[in-house]
């Protein structure tokens, strides 16, 4: 996540601050490119169960596996994957280019004695879109295991499982001018940059800002404006093709003593930063703008979360929001108090829960949602796409479904297509009482995706069945009037919204695509 709001930070030690220089950058990437620094070596160095550890907060199996190996990919791995000092000697012969003293410059390391200590994590992290594989080195504050702390407040959070779920929803279409909105390290600008002309990252940490410009220089992106600033301050009259966001929604008491992390809490009561978002982000949006940022809402006695993200766009906003998951209060409050480091038996923990519950309390809050939030400008006079849905079920590819369904909308304003074709992952499901010839159950189950599982009738289904490209529509439905022995408009009334339906879901496709 970013940071976008000003707020109250408690005091901490004095930090090395990165310090982006592009000559020092190049050269350490290229060090880092001579020892294969890379995912796939790193996990085959110390073996797949040792990394998948490693995301579970242990480096011990990792450290077990290295052993007492001083070549230069061990001690890189040591040094800035999981944030151990190491010996100079080693450190400098694995530098060669860039050296242990421009790794001081650049605020990635601090050398005592004999030893070089991190400053900062440096981790691979791979990404698939559009255009195909690769991977970024991502430079980021050393975490609670290297510190053996807790996190300072203004902690720069590297790629987490958020930062991951954004890539992956962000539409893969060319555009001339994006944003990054609360950048932190600066993932989700790297991202976009791949097919944006221009990047426009902003911030209202500086700290933040320093690691995403160095994270571009260290991995050759030279498309990327860094501004410094509180929401859309930055950009203050500028408009966008594409504004992408991670914000830091998560619902923090704003009471003394809970602690407040720059990357995750946005100063605002409740979901109010959410909600500022959707009613300022459409003034920066050009024509056909897209807008998309993950989000957490509350439900309200009398309010459901979705009802409530919904009255905050505009009425003509294209807008598609789906809430992934929904949280009790004590479910919330229990997962962000152990993600700040606190555990039941610790003497914070009950305390930190009765601030939470009792701020849920006073706001009438019952549960608390999560999910993707997706605004659009459309043309002037176009048809506007209202969708506020709950999908639960696992999703995969969901930046070109998104796509795909924002450009099926668009393709029904002239009509249902003349002739229509199942999609390749779709499949039907007809489930029978024993004994019967006729299914009690019909379903349309989408491979990939949404994955929806959609209930269909008779009729429907024998559309979906007869959509092979041969036949039109027209001549589908007529047909089948025939075969039931109901009037062809009565027939056409009732099924003309669910083939539209079909249409945007991406179960049923224009003929030749």
């Not at 790297?190 to 990047?199: G, I, K, Q, W, Y």
């Not at 093709?241 to 704003?254: A, E, H, K």
């Not at 608390?368 to 969708?387: E, K, Q, S, T």
Request: proline fraction near 6%.
């Amino acid at each position: 996540m970013g940071t976008l709001k000003a707020r109250r930070v408690t005091a901490v030690p004095e930090r090395a601050q990165p310090r982006p220089d592009s000559s020092l950058s190049r050269a350490l990437a290229a060090d880092l490119d001579a020892a294969d620094f890379r995912s796939e070596p790193l996990r085959s160095l110390w073996g797949e169960e040792a990394d998948d550890a490693l995301g579970r907060g242990l480096r011990e199996p990792i450290l077990r596996a290295l052993g007492s190996r001083d070549d230069v990919l061990p001690t890189l791995g040591r040094l800035w994957v999981l944030g151990m000092p190491q010996p100079q000697h080693a450190v400098e012969r694995a530098l060669p280019g860039v050296g242990v003293a421009g790794a001081v410059a650049l605020g990635l390391v601090r050398v005592d004695g004999e030893s070089v200590h991190p400053e900062a994590l440096i981790r691979p992290q791979s990404f698939v879109d559009a255009d195909g594989v690769g991977e970024w080195w991502i430079a980021s504050d050393l975490d609670e295991i290297a510190l053996g702390t807790a996190l300072p407040a203004d902690h720069v959070l590297g790629v987490g499982g958020a930062s991951r779920t954004l890539g992956e929803l962000i539409i893969p279409v060319p555009v001339e001018r994006a944003l990054d909105l609360g950048t932190g390290c600066g993932i989700q600008a790297l991202l976009v940059s791949r097919h944006a002309v221009r990047v426009v990252a902003t911030d209202i940490s500086a700290r933040a800002l320093a690691y995403a410009e160095l994270n571009a220089q260290l991995n050759g992106v030279h498309n990327i404006e860094f501004r410094l600033g509180s929401l859309f301050e930055p950009v203050a009259g500028d408009r966008f093709d594409l504004v992408v966001s991670n914000p830091p929604f998560v619902i923090t008491p704003r009471a003394t003593g809970v602690p407040e992390y720059e990357y995750r809490d946005g100063g605002l009561v409740g979901d109010a930063l959410v909600e500022e978002f959707l009613r300022r982000a459409p003034a920066h949006l050009a024509p056909g703008g897209i807008a998309q940022l993950l989000g957490n809402w509350e439900s309200r006695a009398g309010a459901r979360g979705l009802d409530r993200v919904r009255s905050w766009v505009d009425d003509d906003l294209d807008a598609w929001v789906i809430q992934r998951e929904e949280l009790t209060p004590l479910g919330y409050a229990e997962l962000w108090i152990r993600d700040g480091g606190a555990l039941p038996r610790d003497a914070d923990f009950t305390r930190l829960l009765t601030a939470w519950l009792d701020d849920f309390a006073d706001r009438g809050v019952t549960a608390v949602g999560f999910g993707y939030i997706l605004l659009r400008r459309p043309a002037p006079g176009a048809a506007v796409l209202r969708r506020f849905e709950s999908i639960s079920q696992p999703v995969s590819n969901l930046g070109r479904a998104l796509g795909a369904g924002l450009a099926a909308h668009d393709a029904l304003a002239d009509g249902i297509p003349d002739r229509l074709i199942v999609a390749p992952d779709v499949t039907e499901a007809r489930h029978l009482m024993p004994g019967e010839d006729d299914p009690s159950v019909i379903e349309l189950r989408q491979g990939g995706g949404f994955a929806r599982t959609i209930g269909v009738d008779s009729a429907l289904a024998g559309f979906v069945g007869a959509c092979d490209g041969e036949l039109t529509v027209g001549q589908i439905v007529a047909a089948l009037a025939d075969l039931f022995d109901v009037p062809l408009a009565d027939l056409w009334a009732d099924i003309e919204p669910r083939i539209r339906r079909l249409v945007i879901d991406g179960l049923l496709l224009p003929a030749g695509e």
